[in-house]
Antibody
Framework: QVQLVQSGAEVKKPGASVKVSCKAS????????IHWVRQAPGQGLEWMGI????????SYAQEFQDRVTMTSDTSTSTVYMELSSLRSEDTALYYC????????????WGQGTMVTVSS | QSALTQPASVSGSPGQSITISCTGP?????????VSWYQQHPGKAPKLMIY???KRPSGVSNRFSGSTSGNTASLTISGLQAEDEADYYC???????????FGGGTKLTVL
């Protein structure tokens, strides 16, 4: 079935970087854009950015422009999100999400990866 | 601070109908007809309930419906059931420097 499977939880110190993976299966990887959305504990959803899995383009939310990098590996149908200069406020559940072409809606969500930033 | 404004909480009794509003700038909700709604149960990933303002994905109950009026989108749930108790988020495509924006979320309590 169509699914996005993410890498496991991470604990990082302030100032470090984290790289989360998201492996797609059950559909044509290059036909759907992938987004990253995060959710701090007890808080709402926050859109971080989008990548065309063909690897040709990305777009990031202004808030993360200087710290986030999204990449893809078509040989393994995997998308990566790297966030640098981590601070305690980056402690959150990070989701990779597929969007339906044209509708701009998010139809398939990964299970989420918890990133904890603590000294 | 979210770009889209939702009520923090709404409640209703089983069988009743409730409506959750989502208000944003005219450049977002009012312009693109690309509003979507998500349901999130505790400890679970969000689930797409409505897209393009009023369309339901396959498998979503027709008790869920969406609409817009001006700069406000709305999600209506009719015939409330216990399993509808969850957090609900609206999202709009804005086509700006931050193209997708979410509302702050609304906690629905079924009394």
């Amino acid at each position: 079935q169509v699914q996005l499977v993410q890498s496991g939880a991470e604990v990082k110190k302030p100032g470090a970087s984290v790289k989360v993976s998201c492996k797609a299966s059950g559909y044509t990887f290059t036909s759907y854009y992938i987004h990253w959305v995060r959710q701090a504990p007890g808080q709402g959803l926050e859109w971080m950015g989008i990548i065309n899995p063909s690897g040709t383009s990305t777009s990031y939310a202004q808030e993360f422009q200087d710290r986030v990098t999204m990449t893809s590996d078509t040989s393994t149908s995997t998308v990566y999100m790297e966030l640098s200069s981590l601070r305690s406020e980056d402690t959150a559940l990070y989701y990779c999400v597929r969007s339906v072409p044209g509708t701009k809606a998010f139809d398939i969500w990964g299970q989420g990866t918890m990133v904890t930033v603590s000294s | 601070q979210s770009a889209l404004t939702q009520p923090a909480s709404v409640s209703g009794s089983p069988g009743q109908s409730i409506t959750i509003s989502c208000t944003g700038p005219s450049s977002d909700v009012g312009s693109h007809n690309l509003v979507s709604w998500y349901q999130q149960h505790p400890g679970k990933a969000p689930k797409l309930m409505i897209y393009e303002v009023s369309k339901r994905p396959s498998g979503v109950s027709n008790r869920f419906s969406g609409s817009t009026s001006g700069n406000t989108a709305s999600l209506t749930i009719s015939g409330l059931q216990a399993e509808d108790e969850a957090d609900y988020y609206c999202c709009s495509y804005a086509g700006s420097s931050t193209p997708w924006v979410f509302g702050g979320g609304t906690k629905l309590t079924v009394l």
